[in-house]
């Protein structure tokens, strides 16, 4: 073989070891192609969506919140009611609160709203120096508390006192009323709830039986509540008004308008008054 060939090749060897070589691999795609693409959300669909859920859950969130707070708030007042009933009538912080009744896991905020709102402005909730009690409507120590407030009454005319009221605010109420005796009478109202009343043993006296007559002679059945409350009041007496149910005025209907216009119809033909006969009553005669 020619030597010029021969250094020819060889260099055409170094010149090809010197240069680097990059093999072409396939792309992924073209392996691939096969597979189902996975379609792109919609981005405005998709953020709309996840809008609509976090205000929808929003929503829940509050409401949840709100009636979490209100059952708590119900939760004291029904423990304050009832240790108070059992002769528990010391105040209590909102940390005893909470710890008695098993409410622990409320937030701070919560706690916040207990004390700075809801707690302050209930009716049924006293509160002293930071701490809180229950306040009935009428807040009776023992027996005696209760006689002396059923004389009050009977003095002032004020009538008797609701029982429930009693057993509200008189610890071991039940026990009490039952060591009174006969120093009290029960009356049951219409809707079935009984009223305390003092029983004043001064007025028990024997009437003559003519003076019995005579108050019964007096006929008062056309005399209704109305007069004979307004009568009292010009005597100067006041009645017992708030011993009772009350009682739902009458819905008064409206009455029609009397004088209602008549409807007008138009007339036609008024040209042809003269002209036109009537034939109503048959064929009139021929003149």
């Known amino acids: 073989m020619d030597p010029a060939l021969l250094r020819e090749r060889e260099l055409f060897k170094k010149r090809a070891l010197s240069t ?3 093999e072409k691999r396939p792309a992924a795609s ?9 379609p792109k959300p919609d981005k405005e669909s998709s953020s709309g969506s996840k809008h609509s859920t976090e205000s929808s859950n929003g929503n829940f969130n509050l409401k949840a919140s709100s009636g979490y707070k209100f059952g708590c708030l119900a939760k004291i007042v029904n423990y304050m009611k009832t240790r108070h ?31 700075t709102e809801a707690l302050v402005s209930n009716p049924k909730i006293d509160v002293r120096d ?8 009428y807040n ?4 005696k508390a209760l006689l002396r407030l ?10 008797g006192v609701l029982l429930d009221d ?7 109420a039940a026990k009490a009323i039952k060591a009174l005796g006969d120093q009290i009478i029960f009356v049951t109202r219409p809707d079935k709830k009984k009223i305390l009343f003092y029983n004043d043993k001064h007025c028990q006296f024997v009437v003559d039986e003519e003076f019995q007559k005579l108050w019964r002679s007096v006929p008062v059945d056309s005399i209704d509540e109305e007069k004979i409350e307004e009568y009292l009041k010009k005597q100067g007496i006041s009645s017992m008004q708030e011993t009772g149910p009350k009682k739902k005025m009458p819905v ?5 308008q009397a004088g209602q216009r008549k409807k007008q119809f138009k007339t036609h033909n008024i040209h042809l008054a003269g002209v036109l006969e009537d034939y109503s009553d048959g064929v009139p005669g021929k003149k």
């Open 85 to 115: 009933q059992n002769g528990d009538t010391h105040f209590l912080t909102l940390e005893e609160i909470l710890d008695e009744t098993k409410l622990l896991d409320i937030s701070m905020k919560q706690k916040q709203w207990l004390m």
């Open 166 to 172: 009693v057993e509200e605010g008189l610890p071991n």
């Open 20 to 22: 680097p070589a990059v």
């Open 150 to 159: 059923l004389d009050k009454h009977d003095q002032l005319g004020l009538g």
């Open 30 to 38: 073209d392996s691939g192609s096969h597979k189902k693409k996975k």
């Open 140 to 143: 009776l120590k023992d027996k």
């Open 252 to 256: 008064q209907k409206r009455k029609k």
């Open 130 to 137: 930071g701490t809180y009690g229950f306040k009935p409507k």
